[in-house]
């Protein structure tokens, strides 16, 4: 077996769940888990061999990704109906490796009739990887279930 089916096959930590709400890139990238109804809005994956850059980390980009999301998951999660990122910025605060459980908190600290503030941090090991804030701008009522113009879709 390899490692990356090793990976696959591993439980998420008690309380996670697989997220229901996925796109195409979620998918390719994921899977993502969840805590359904987290004030935190939790959302965690572990790390695979697709992860990995040829340090043997895990990948920028993967964590900006999975953080995107995370941010994204909470706008949606606060009633904000579907929103776009406008911005968003991280700090790399330390890396994640091959098998590792990486786990993202995110709260909104405000909202506008517009535009959602939003900040999280990322963990791994307990110890912290990223942080990150965001600004997002919510779309109007008919982009409710257009998966290709909002993160409502994401998973």
Do not use: C
């Not at 004030?39 to 990948?59: P, T």
């Not at 990704?65 to 009633?79: H, I």
């Amino acid at each position: 077996m390899t490692q990356d089916e090793e990976t696959a096959e591993k439980l998420p930590p008690p309380g996670f769940v697989m997220a229901t709400r996925k796109s195409p890139y979620t998918t390719l990238i994921g899977p993502f888990y969840e805590i359904p109804d987290d004030a935190d809005g939790r959302r965690g994956f572990w790390v695979s061999g697709v992860h990995i850059n040829n340090a043997g980390i895990i990948h920028g980009g993967m964590v900006m990704s999975f953080t995107d999301n995370l941010l994204a998951r909470a706008v949606s999660n606060s009633g904000a109906g579907p929103a776009v990122t406008l911005h968003m910025t991280t700090d790399f605060v330390g890396p994640a490796h091959l098998g590792d459980w990486v786990e993202g908190k995110a709260k909104i600290i405000r909202r506008t009739r517009t535009l959602v503030f939003v900040e999280g941090e990322v963990f791994t090991r307990k110890r912290l990887m990223m942080t990150a804030k965001g600004v997002f701008r919510r779309l109007g009522r008919s982009h409710e279930n257009s998966h290709e113009n909002s993160h409502e879709g994401r998973g």
